[in-house]
């Protein structure tokens, strides 16, 4: 069900909290704008990945997390990293490839995290991945007693690779403290989602997993906020992953080389009319959260940040040529280790001892009552003797199948030797011919025992009739000559074999 900003929250959100989406999609925004003209100023060395249309999305999920949760942001979500306490020098920094990145240089997207401090796993170009590696990273929470909930997102065409099916059925049988959101954002690159899926809510999906799912409005904060609030609390109470589904658009091309020509005109215009931030504008001036001093204030703001951040950005330096060797592996840069957050002795037996047999009370309660039922089965006295004539069905497909009784089984009948045989004396009677079956022949198969194809019936190729091996000719001579004692290479008159002589046999 699509919910709405209209619809009360669960929990009142303040005035903070209000003003606090606006800044953060309007930062998310105007900092791209600013990498698009860098971009076309050959600045960003990268390829760059426009969220326009879709900030409300990364910030509206991303706000409804806590410190100690983690995310794992794809190439569009720079809002949610933005939410996450990045600042936008890093992101400047990263994609002009500079010195200074967090990735110092070598890398030219959002190809980066922060698994110490901000709990940030870098994005995976492989997708559909990161939902198998964020549902471990719940599942490690859990262990570790760190009640933390682990979110990523993934678009429309990456709901359709393997690993996005094979990471939702790890999540959904541990019951991992999970949330994907699929963002619905029209078009995979330039395939529409009609084109490469049968139906028309990719949070149906859930449903073969028994994953609850949700629907939003991907152009309204407050509904996306509110639906990730509730599933990030679902989660951290221990009832399993959520699916929330965005219904949004990516207004610009897959990358800023794609100018989305494949897109209809009409397309683009509706959903411009349907622009977050202004309807997020319109929802704070009716509801009377802000006035136009607030909203001039947060914009002075955004583009003083973005002045400073931009300009360290461009000043700093590019990577020494010298640092292309370095970091290559792992030597000890950083320190791998568990953060407990509960008593070890927890997880020990015996107070983690288990008793590894299964009972039926332990099992779910529709085998439960298949099993206490009789699994539905019925006695010969139960089950009715079909019809000899079946209802006409109006399609093949609607006719139901009676199952055809077991041929019955006919004893062969004594013939007349049995007749006149004296008592106590064995009758061999001769095999029914039965049809063969050209697979699983045994030795019990009198045609086959009587069979040229028997390999009993067949001479041994052991030695020649004489006792004589094959490993010499019958002349115990060698075959690297002919019989004259000359070479195979050419025959007696010292022409090629192609032709014999006219007289005489040709030897080869």
């Given at each position: 069900m699509t919910q709405s900003a209209t619809q009360p929250a669960t929990q009142p959100m303040t005035r903070e909290q209000h003003l606090d989406l606006y800044y953060y999609m309007q930062l998310n925004r105007?900092?791209?704008?600013?990498?698009?003209?860098?971009?076309?100023?050959?600045?960003?060395?990268?390829?760059?990945?426009?969220?326009?249309?879709?900030?409300?999305?990364?910030?509206?999920?991303?706000?409804?997390?806590?410190?100690?949760?983690?995310?794992?942001?794809?190439?569009?979500?720079?809002?949610?990293?933005?939410?996450?306490?990045?600042?936008?020098?890093?992101?400047?920094?990263?994609?002009?490839?500079?010195?200074?990145?967090?990735?110092?240089?070598?890398?030219?997207?959002?190809?980066?995290?922060?698994?110490?401090?901000?709990?940030?796993?870098?994005?995976?170009?492989?997708?559909?991945?990161?939902?198998?590696?964020?549902?471990?990273?719940?599942?490690?929470?859990?262990?570790?007693?760190?009640?933390?909930?682990?979110?990523?997102?993934?678009?429309?065409?990456?709901?359709?690779?393997?690993?996005?099916?094979?990471?939702?059925?790890?999540?959904?049988?541990?019951?991992?403290?999970?949330?994907?959101?699929?963002?619905?954002?029209?078009?995979?690159?330039?395939?529409?989602?009609?084109?490469?899926?049968?139906?028309?809510?990719?949070?149906?999906?859930?449903?073969?997993?028994?994953?609850?799912?949700?629907?939003?409005?991907?152009?309204?904060?407050?509904?996306?906020?509110?639906?990730?609030?509730?599933?990030?609390?679902?989660?951290?109470?221990?009832?399993?992953?959520?699916?929330?589904?965005?219904?949004?658009?990516?207004?610009?091309?897959?990358?800023?080389?794609?100018?989305?020509?494949?897109?209809?005109?009409?397309?683009?215009?509706?959903?411009?009319?349907?622009?977050?931030?202004?309807?997020?504008?319109?929802?704070?001036?009716?509801?009377?959260?802000?006035?136009?001093?607030?909203?001039?204030?947060?914009?002075?703001?955004?583009?003083?940040?973005?002045?400073?951040?931009?300009?360290?950005?461009?000043?700093s330096p590019l990577p020494p040529p010298e640092l292309a060797e370095e970091g290559v592996y792992c030597d000890g840069c950083h320190k791998i280790e568990a953060d407990w957050k509960r008593a070890k002795a927890d997880l020990m037996p015996p107070k983690s001892s288990i008793d590894p047999t299964w009972r039926l009370k332990d099992l779910p309660a529709y085998t439960q009552a298949a099993i206490t039922g009789g699994n539905g089965a019925k006695t010969s006295s139960q089950t009715p003797v079909p019809a000899a004539t079946a209802a006409p069905a109006s399609h093949p497909a609607m006719q139901k199948s009676v199952p055809a009784p077991a041929p019955e089984r006919i004893q062969p009948q004594p013939g007349p030797q049995a007749a006149h045989a004296a008592p106590g004396t064995e009758v061999v009677t001769e095999e029914p011919a039965v049809p063969r079956v050209p697979f699983g022949r045994g030795p019990k198969d009198k045609a086959f025992r009587q069979s040229p194809e028997n390999p009993q019936n067949k001479p041994a190729y052991t030695r020649a009739p004489k006792e004589k091996s094959f490993s010499r000719n019958p002349q115990e001579k060698s075959f690297s000559k002919g019989p004259r004692n000359k070479p195979f290479g050419k025959n007696a008159q010292g022409k090629p074999f192609t032709k014999n002589p006219q007289d005489k046999q040709g030897r080869r």
């Open positions: 105007q900092l791209e704008e600013r990498m698009v003209r860098l971009f076309r100023q050959n600045k960003i060395v990268g390829g760059l990945y426009s969220s326009l249309g879709q900030e409300a999305v990364s910030v509206g999920t991303c706000y409804a997390l806590e410190k100690r949760d983690w995310i794992a942001p794809m190439i569009r979500n720079i809002g949610a990293l933005l939410v996450k306490g990045v600042p936008p020098r890093d992101i400047f920094t990263q994609h002009m490839a500079k010195f200074t990145s967090p990735t110092l240089g070598k890398d030219g997207t959002s190809h980066f995290g922060d698994l110490k401090v901000r709990h940030i796993v870098s994005p995976i170009s492989m997708l559909g991945d990161l939902i198998p590696v964020m549902t471990g990273v719940a599942m490690a929470g859990r262990y570790l007693g760190q009640n933390i909930v682990a979110l990523t997102w993934i678009g429309d065409g990456g709901s359709s690779t393997g690993a996005f099916h094979e990471g939702l059925g790890l999540a959904a049988s541990q019951r991992a403290a999970f949330v994907l959101i699929i963002e619905n954002n029209q078009w995979a690159y330039s395939t529409p989602v009609s084109r490469q899926v049968p139906i028309q809510n990719l949070a149906d999906r859930g449903a073969a997993y028994g994953i609850a799912s949700a629907i939003v409005d991907g152009n309204d904060v407050v509904a996306v906020y509110q639906a990730a609030k509730e599933a990030v609390n679902e989660c951290r109470a221990g009832r399993g992953p959520r699916i929330i589904e965005v219904k949004t658009m990516r207004m610009r091309g897959h990358a800023q080389h794609d100018p989305a020509e494949y897109v209809p005109k009409e397309m683009f215009d509706y959903w411009k009319a349907r622009d977050p931030i202004t309807l997020y504008e319109k929802y704070l001036s009716e509801n009377k959260i802000w006035d136009a001093a607030a909203k001039s204030e947060i914009d002075a703001r955004i583009e003083r940040e973005l002045d400073v951040e931009q300009k360290f950005a461009e000043d």
